[in-house]
T-cell receptor, first 113, second 117 residues
Framework: NAGVMQNPRHLVRRRGQEARLRCSPM?????VYWYRQLPEEGLKFMVY????????ESGMPKERFSAEFPKEGPSILRIQQVVRGDSAAYFC???????????FGPGTRLTVT | DQQVKQNSPSLSVQEGRISILNCDYT??????FLWYKKYPAEGPTFLIS?????DKNEDGRFTVFLNKSAKHLSLHIVPSQPGDSAVYFC????????????????FGQGTILTVHP
């Protein structure tokens, strides 16, 4: 049973470009979560999605950030017009149900130059 | 508003001895607590969890203790091994007043554990 997959593992973008981060949950998991880790900090919750629905986006910045989890295909975290402060590790997690253990992917390290 | 705190940024122990990592929380709605281990350039890996109806959970060398009245939990690793050297994160989730699970995890800042041979 493959774990949570994320791609790309590393992404370099210039300021003003768009970044698209992909996450495929574990087989049988319909709950997806995105977290961001800034240097020297813990993981901060961004958004929680189920298939075709955003359940909780309380951790998402109000502008430039969006997320989706379509009926078919991976979950996408999209960052428009990236700025240097967006440089971080972005982790995706999945779970078979809400409120329990979450399984994390290897992360995407975004660098904005 | 740091609802989950790990006040020790780092801990160094000798191989074979006990490692004790601590975590405090402030949100009384948290009812499920987890410990994750993280190596550099990798995602967090689940270690052990505990529900608020328990005060102890054990899995091999890892034991988690929960003190609800003090809003404090700790992870004990015994005996510690060099391969345990990593960053350890405490995390919590809970339910709202209506009984709906938050879903999201709230993490502490992490503690860097170094186990010396």
């Amino acid at each position: 049973n493959a774990g949570v997959m994320q791609n790309p593992r590393h992404l370099v973008r210039r300021r003003g470009q768009e970044a698209r981060l992909r996450c495929s949950p574990m087989k049988g998991h319909s709950h997806v979560y995105w977290y961001r880790q800034l240097p020297e900090e813990g993981l901060k919750f961004m958004v929680y999605l189920q298939k075709e629905n955003i359940i909780d986006e309380s951790g998402m910045p109000k502008e430039r950030f969006s997320a989706e989890f379509p009926k078919e295909g991976p979950s996408i975290l999209r960052i428009q017009q990236v700025v240097r402060g967006d440089s971080a590790a972005y982790f995706c997690a999945s779970s078979p149900e809400t409120g329990g253990k979450q399984y994390f992917g290897p992360g995407t390290r975004l660098t904005v130059t | 508003d740091q609802q989950v705190k790990q006040n020790s940024p780092s801990l160094s122990v000798q191989e074979g001895r006990i490692s004790i990592l601590n975590c405090d929380y402030t949100n009384s709605m948290f009812d499920y607590f987890l410990w994750y281990k993280k190596y550099p350039a990798e995602g967090p890996t689940f270690l052990i969890s505990i529900s608020s109806i328990k005060d102890k959970n054990e899995d091999g060398r890892f034991t988690v203790f929960l003190n609800k009245s003090a809003k404090h939990l700790s992870l004990h690793i015994v005996p510690s091994q060099p391969g345990d050297s990593a960053v350890y994160f405490c995390a919590a989730s809970g339910t709202d007043a209506g009984g709906t699970s938050y879903g999201k995890l709230t993490f502490g800042q992490g503690t860097i554990l170094t186990v010396h041979p």
